[in-house]
């Protein structure tokens, strides 16, 4: 089971946002993030807990292992509103968080 | 680039069927591993089912099990979720997506196809 917090977070533009995940269980490093937008893909935004994925903003980026991880926005923009969800694949069924809505003031 | 498109969605009646389609272009269909996404009007995203690059082995959620099968054609690029036995908490926005491994994560996404099971 993974728990994000907070569920939801009204930020000002160049604000830092920090989005936590906690794991049940020990999960290494199987953690990726996505960014779910209403009417598009979603997007991968980091991989294995740290890696940042192809040609995503340098603002992002993603720390932890174990169980416990982070989320971080540096300087928020306007077109980064929207959900953020946490997935783990240590197990045979991925799991997801049940997402961090972000509005952006 | 890579594309993912779903095709498919649509009102069933609760005890249904449905057939999902995802069109993949822009990378080599049959060296990944594909993946079904759930996405619940409560915005819960849920794995659904994954299937190996040559479609010998796949994985389908507990909540689905005996009623959804993955499958792929690789000759046509093409991934499907044969949906039966619909429920009303089958309600989702169903996304495919592209993973190199099951471990890892989803690369792309498509932006989905709405199945609505009501009465």
């Known amino acids: 089971v993974l728990t994000q917090s907070p569920d939801f977070q009204s930020v000002t533009p160049k604000e830092k946002v920090t989005i936590t995940c906690r794991a049940s269980q020990n999960i290494d490093t199987y953690l990726h993030w996505y960014q779910l937008k209403p009417d598009q893909s979603p997007k991968l935004l980091i991989k294995y807990a740290s890696q940042s994925f192809s040609g995503v903003p340098s603002r992002f980026s993603g720390s932890g292992s174990g169980t416990d991880f982070a989320l971080t926005i540096n300087g928020l923009e306007a077109e980064d509103a929207a959900t953020y969800y946490c997935h783990q694949t240590r197990g045979l069924q991925g799991a997801f968080g049940q997402g961090t809505k972000v509005e952006v003031k | 680039q890579v594309q993912l498109v779903e095709s498919g969605g649509g009102l069933v009646k609760p005890g249904g069927s449905l057939r999902l389609s995802c069109a993949a272009s822009?990378?080599?269909?049959?060296?990944?591993?594909m993946t079904w996404i759930r996405q619940s009007p409560g915005k819960e995203v849920e794995w659904v089912s994954n299937?190996?690059?040559?479609?010998?082995?796949?994985n389908h959620a507990d909540s689905v099990k005996g009623r959804f099968t993955i499958s792929r054609d690789n000759a046509k690029n093409s991934l499907y979720l044969e949906m039966n036995s619909l429920r009303v908490e089958d309600t989702a926005l169903y996304h495919c997506?592209?993973?190199?491994?099951?471990?890892?994560?989803?690369?792309?996404w498509g932006q989905g196809t709405l199945v609505t099971v009501s009465s």
């Open positions: 822009g990378f080599s269909f049959n060296d990944y591993y």
């Open positions: 299937i190996s690059p040559g479609g010998g082995v796949m």
């Open positions: 997506a592209r993973q190199w491994l099951p471990s890892g994560p989803l690369e792309y």
